[in-house]
Antibody
Framework: QEQLVQSGAEVKKPGASVKVSCKAS????????MHWVRQAPGQGLEWMGI????????NYAQKFQGRVTMTRDTSTSTVDMELSSLRSEDTAVYYC??????????WGQGTTVTVSS | QSALTQPRSVSGSPGQSVTISCTGT?????????VSWYQQHPGKAPKLMIY???KRPSGVPDRFSGSKSGNTASLTISGLQAEDEADYYCFSYAGTYTRVFGGGTKLTVL
């Protein structure tokens, strides 16, 4: 069955960078775009950006431009999201999610990123 | 890109119907038939309930339905059940490679 498995929780200091991985299985990796979504504690969902696993093209939400980089590795069916210059407001659960007909039909389990000095 | 506007909370009794609205602009909700809805229980990943405004993925009960009029999309849940108590989010296409979420609505089943 289609599945997205994310890397484990991270604790980072302010100013550092974090990379979260998302490994896809059970479907053709290059056939579906992938999104990253985050959710701060007690807050709503926030769209961060999208990557085309086939060609690698990306687009990021304006809020994250200059701080986020999304990449993919077709040999391992993995997409990565790296967020730099971390601050306390970046503490959140980060999700990858597969795009299906402009909806998000398969979600990773979430990765908790804590930014604390 | 500003977040879509949803009511912070709605409530209903078991068996009743509730409707959650999601208001955007002609650049997102009103411009495309690509609105989706998600259910999220505490501590869980969101679950797709509706896509393309009104289509249900397999396995989603037909108690859940979606619609759109102008710049506002709506999710209606009929025959409310206790397990429907959750947070609900709308999500819209907003142009090539651009998307936007609503702020979320907490549904309480009384």
């Amino acid at each position: 069955q289609e599945q997205l498995v994310q890397s484990g929780a991270e604790v980072k200091k302010p100013g550092a960078s974090v990379k979260v991985s998302c490994k896809a299985s059970g479907y053709i990796f290059t056939s579906y775009y992938m999104h990253w979504v985050r959710q701060a504690p007690g807050q709503g969902l926030e769209w961060m950006g999208i990557i085309n696993p086939s060609g690698g093209s990306t687009n990021y939400a304006q809020k994250f431009q200059g701080r986020v980089t999304m990449t993919r590795d077709t040999s391992t069916s993995t997409v990565d999201m790296e967020l730099s210059s971390l601050r306390s407001e970046d503490t959140a659960v980060y999700y990858c999610a597969r795009d299906y007909m402009y909806g998000l039909d398969v979600w990773g389990q979430g990765t908790t990123v804590t930014v604390s000095s | 890109q500003s977040a879509l506007t949803q009511p912070r909370s709605v409530s209903g009794s078991p068996g009743q119907s509730v409707t959650i609205s999601c208001t955007g602009t002609s650049s997102d909700v009103g411009g495309y038939n690509y609105v989706s809805w998600y259910q999220q229980h505490p501590g869980k990943a969101p679950k797709l309930m509706i896509y393309d405004v009104s289509k249900r993925p397999s396995g989603v009960p037909d108690r859940f339905s979606g619609s759109k009029s102008g710049n506002t999309a709506s999710l209606t849940i009929s025959g409310l059940q206790a397990e429907d108590e959750a947070d609900y989010y709308c999500f819209s296409y907003a142009g090539t490679y651009t998307r936007v979420f609503g702020g979320g609505t907490k549904l309480t089943v009384l």
